[in-house]
Nanobody, 114 residues
Framework: VQLQASGGGLVQAGGSLRLSCAASGSTFRIIFMRWYRQTPGNQREEVAR???????YYADFAKGRFTVSRDKAKNTMYLQMNGLIPEDTAVYYCNARTRNDNFWGQGTQVTVSS
């Protein structure tokens, strides 16, 4: 499975961005997909996940502001981020989990200015 993340950029506080993660290869093996983020000097933290049946989970900081979705026909996962704050500034990564493997896309930078 290969993952390609996109959609990051520079936005003012209060603004919105939509990240995309396009999957290719053996996508039928994917059990669930996740978004993570990482800031310099810190560990990568999970933002949200979406299971194969569409069930979603969010980190506390993402609840009410972020929405994860998946278009299986396009093999693409999305992260709609609203009400962005400077603390959301990070490199965002997408992740796909199969029964035996864990795949990562390259990161996409999100910068929120105050």
């Amino acid at each position: 499975v290969q993952l390609q993340a996109s959609g990051g950029g520079l936005v003012q506080a209060g603004g919105s961005l939509r990240l995309s993660c396009a999957a290719s290869g053996s996508t039928f093996r994917i059990i669930f997909m996740r978004w993570y983020r990482q800031t310099p000097g810190n560990q990568r933290e999970e933002v949200a996940r979406i299971l194969d049946d569409g069930t979603t989970y969010y980190a506390d900081f993402a609840k009410g502001r972020f929405t994860v979705s998946r278009d299986k026909a396009k093999n693409t996962m999305y992260l709609q981020m609203n009400g962005l704050i400077p603390e959301d500034t990070a490199v965002y990564y997408c992740n796909a989990r199969t029964r035996n493997d864990n795949f990562w896309g390259q990161g996409t930078q999100v910068t929120v200015s105050s």
